[in-house]
């Protein structure tokens, strides 16, 4: 059974940077494409940024490309996401996502972690 536990969100101010992290179990974690994305109340679920199975290839939403950095390491079987210059629109809930794919895709499925909030004041 895939289990994902995210952790790392908190209350920041507007500028300010955190890292979520997201460690997998009961997974070949290099066989999965590993996403985030984030909900607000109301909204729907989007995707933040996804990143290939090796870790070459990474791919953003246009919303935080240049502030967010995913990374990963299949060793310790786990993926992190950078957030830099946060903005009050950054705040959601922020869920970690498995996918066994070879491309990273936006979709919905998979594989979620119990999700983060990080809250950004301004």
């Known amino acids: 059974q895939v289990q994902l536990v995210e952790s790392g969100g908190g209350l920041v101010q507007a500028g300010g940077s955190l890292r979520l992290s997201c460690t997998a179990s009961g997974l070949t974690f290099s066989s999965y494409t590993m996403d985030w994305f984030r909900q607000v109340p109301g909204n729907e679920r989007e995707f933040v940024a996804g990143?290939?199975?090796?870790?070459?290839?990474?791919r953003y939403a246009d919303s935080v490309k240049g502030r967010f950095t995913i990374s990963r390491d299949n060793a310790k079987k786990t993926a992190w996401l950078q957030m830099n210059s946060l903005k009050p629109e950054d705040t959601a809930v922020y869920y970690c996502?498995?996918?066994?794919?070879?491309?990273?895709?936006?979709?919905?499925?998979?594989?979620w972690g119990q999700g983060t909030q990080v809250t950004v004041s301004s």
């Open positions: 990143i290939s199975r090796s870790g070459h290839s990474t």
């Open positions: 996502n498995a996918k066994e794919s070879v491309l990273i895709s936006t979709e919905l499925f998979g594989s």
